[in-house]
């Protein structure tokens, strides 16, 4: 790797998009598309001010009971394509909102284009 630094830029690269990543097709921002459903069961995980082409990303992903709770936000604004959310399940899940109101995922992804947004979701 020496004396360029490119590999070790590529390893911390992957590690980050495990968590949140630009699509470049539509611009949107793909959140936790490299969680294991794991991960969730141990306390979940946090995100806490990842830089992104649109600001600052901060965000919390735990399961509480049979739901999954996801908290978003971003100091800017929202991407061109909003925000995916990928469930990291491997049954699609029951029923899903965003602040309170129906939502619905298509395939594994969630849509989400209003902030703060408070997703909850209903596993199988």
């Known amino acids: 790797d ?5 590999v070790a830029s590529d390893f911390i690269r992957a590690t980050l998009d495990l968590f949140a990543y630009e699509r470049e097709s539509d611009h ?3 959140l936790a598309a ?5 991960w969730l069961d141990e306390g979940g995980i946090a995100v806490e001010n990842l830089r992104t082409p ?3 990303l901060s965000y919390t992903l735990r399961r509480d009971g049979g739901r999954v709770a996801l908290r978003l936000a971003i100091t800017s604004g929202l991407p061109p394509g909003g925000f995916v959310f990928v469930w990291p399940g ?4 029951r029923s899903a909102s965003i602040n309170g109101r129906p939502a619905r995922f298509s395939g594994a992804e969630l849509h989400i284009r209003a902030l703060p947004a408070s997703v909850l979701v209903e596993g199988r």
């Open 90 to 93: 491997d049954k699609p899940p």
């Open 2 to 6: 020496m004396p360029h630094g490119w």
């Open 54 to 56: 649109y600001g600052l």
């Open 34 to 38: 490299g969680i294991a459903p794991g």
């Open 28 to 30: 949107a921002i793909v």
